[in-house]
């Protein structure tokens, strides 16, 4: 069983900055794309940014490419997020997700975590 843990929600004001991580507690050596994903109220959940095993490849929602920030750490089995100049419309809950294959897509992921809240004011 895969299992996910978010951390790092909050609140923040417009232009601030927030960093959110994803502890993955992954047995099995094919889950080795993390992806997040965020669900504003009343809408569906969207993709954010995903990244590779090795790190070394990332992907962006153009929404958020510039100004958030993926990175990995295979170590502690940790995935970060970092989120600068943020904007109301990041506002949502935030939930970091593990695929059952090295595909750096937006779809398809197989587990997920139970979600953190980011709440942006103006």
């Known amino acids: 069983q895969v299992q996910l843990v978010e951390s790092g929600g909050g609140l923040a004001q417009a232009g601030g900055s927030l960093g959110l991580s994803c502890v993955a507690d992954?047995?099995?050596?094919?889950?080795?794309?993390i992806g997040w994903f965020r669900q504003a109220p009343g809408k569906r959940r969207e993709f954010v940014a995903a990244?590779?095993?090795?790190?070394?490849?990332?992907y962006y929602a153009d929404s958020v490419k510039g100004r958030f920030f993926i990175s990995r750490d295979n170590a502690k089995n940790t995935v970060g997020l970092y989120m600068s100049k943020l904007e109301p419309e990041d506002t949502g809950v935030y939930y970091c997700?593990?695929?059952?294959?090295?595909?750096?897509?937006?779809?398809?992921?197989?587990?997920w975590g139970q979600g953190t809240q980011v709440s942006v004011s103006t």
């Open positions: 997700a593990a695929r059952g294959d090295s595909a750096l897509t937006t779809s398809g992921y197989l587990y």
């Open positions: 990244i590779t095993w090795t790190g070394r490849d990332t």
């Open positions: 992954i047995r099995a050596p094919n889950y080795n794309v």
